[in-house]
Nanobody
Framework: VQLQASGGGLVQTGGSLRLSCESSGFNLGNYYVGWFRQVPGKEREEVACNGNADGSSVFYADSVKGRSTISRDMAKNTVHLEINNLKPEDTAVYYC????????????????????????WGQGTLVTVSS
């Protein structure tokens, strides 16, 4: 039972990246899913959340709003995060996470993010944006 994040790498400012998070051992359809990022010495930051497959409960942090998309591939049990117009301040280790929908909604509100209640975490993938 695990989440496997991938897709990180070195990108130039203004470029794009698509991160993927594949779940094994459990069905993401029952879970709220989210992406977080962390820079050494700083607190983990919530980036984007998705509460269901139709996209009606997505949440984006202000730092990425308008240039990122979180989506699900239900057939592959995978969540993607695409970030466009990357900036040096997007450099971080990106983590995917999942939490039971009812728990995340109870702790955050519907469509209000997923900073609380996430129970399963991937190992992280490093994104470096060069200036």
């Amino acid at each position: 039972v695990q989440l496997q994040a991938s897709g990180g790498g070195l990108v130039q400012t203004g470029g794009s990246l698509r991160l993927s998070c594949e779940s094994s051992g459990f069905n993401l359809g029952n879970y709220y899913v989210g992406w977080f990022r962390q820079v050494p010495g700083k607190e983990r930051e919530e980036v984007a959340c998705n509460g269901n497959a139709d996209g009606s409960s997505v949440f984006y942090a202000d730092s990425v709003k308008g240039r990122s998309t979180i989506s699900r591939d239900m057939a592959k049990n995978t969540v993607h995060l695409e970030i466009n117009n990357l900036k040096p301040e997007d450099t971080a280790v990106y983590y995917c996470a999942a939490g039971l929908i009812f728990k995340v909604v109870a702790q955050n509100g519907y469509g209000m993010g997923c900073s609380r209640g996430m129970e399963r975490w991937g190992q992280g993938t490093l994104v470096t944006v060069s200036s």
